[in-house]
């Protein structure tokens, strides 16, 4: 079974409205948690690190204020992408490792702004 | 800077074949490195795995390779199966930071 759970699976906003993905750990803590962004056809590209009670870590060229995350507690990461427009539209999905490098990911979201 | 490459975007192997998937890096601080496999819409899976101090791991039908003076590993998978076609990404990770860094996948066909 899943032992990283995310939702929504999919989700379809309206341009300039915001929206928020949670990323659970099931039977385990995380105190790290990774998001990750697909474009069609393409790599999973690294955005940030959600570390528990601190500031996410962002990668170079991820905007940290459109790309909000949250890691109040040692099983929930949530990536709330802010004012979304259209060229965000893609896949997002979260990860926790397990055993050191073992990492898990979640389900995945895909997520259309219209 | 693409750290991890796999330089074929699709493979197509007939059942009972084997299938080799490739995979280059170029960081040498590398301390593991990953096979997940991916069906659309969904997260990854992980498949298997290597230290950076071994060069050669196996688990069932699925054996990687690792080659550190090339920077190089591969992905076997014999027999194929149907039920392998998907796409399968190279990763790599370094245990100072967890960080996975993941390659542009490669799509296996396997063929009836």
């Known amino acids: 079974g899943a032992v990283v759970s995310q939702h929504p699976s999919w989700v379809i906003c309206k341009s300039g409205t915001s929206v928020k993905i949670e990323c659970r750990s099931l039977d385990f803590q995380a105190t790290t948690m990774f998001w990750y962004r697909q474009f069609p056809k393409q790599s999973l590209m690294l955005m940030a690190t959600?570390?528990?009670?601190?500031?996410?870590?962002?990668e170079q060229g991820v905007e940290k204020d459109k790309f909000l995350i949250n890691h109040a507690s040692l099983t929930l990461s949530t990536l709330t992408v802010t004012s979304a427009h259209p060229e965000d539209s893609s896949f997002y999905i979260c990860?926790?490792?397990?055993?050191?490098?073992?990492?898990?990911f979640g389900q995945g979201t895909r997520l259309t702004v219209v | 800077d693409q750290q991890v490459k796999q330089n074929s975007p699709s493979l197509s192997v007939q059942e009972g074949r084997i299938s080799i998937l490739n995979c280059d890096y170029t960081n040498s601080m590398f301390d593991y490195f990953l096979w997940y496999k991916k069906y659309p819409a969904e997260g990854p899976t992980f498949l298997i795995s290597?230290?950076?101090?071994?060069d050669k791991n196996e688990d069932g039908r699925f054996t990687v390779f690792l080659n550190k003076s090339a920077k190089h590993l591969s992905l076997h998978i014999v027999p194929s199966q149907p039920g392998d076609s998907a796409v399968y990404f190279c990763?790599?990770?370094?245990?100072?930071?967890?960080?996975?860094?993941f390659g542009k996948g490669t799509r296996l066909h396997i063929l009836p």
């Open positions: 990763a790599a990770s370094a245990l100072r930071d967890d960080k996975i860094i």
């Open positions: 290597i230290s950076s101090i071994k």
């Open positions: 959600s570390n528990e009670g601190s500031k996410a870590t962002y």
């Open positions: 990860s926790a490792p397990r055993q050191g490098v073992y990492a898990f």
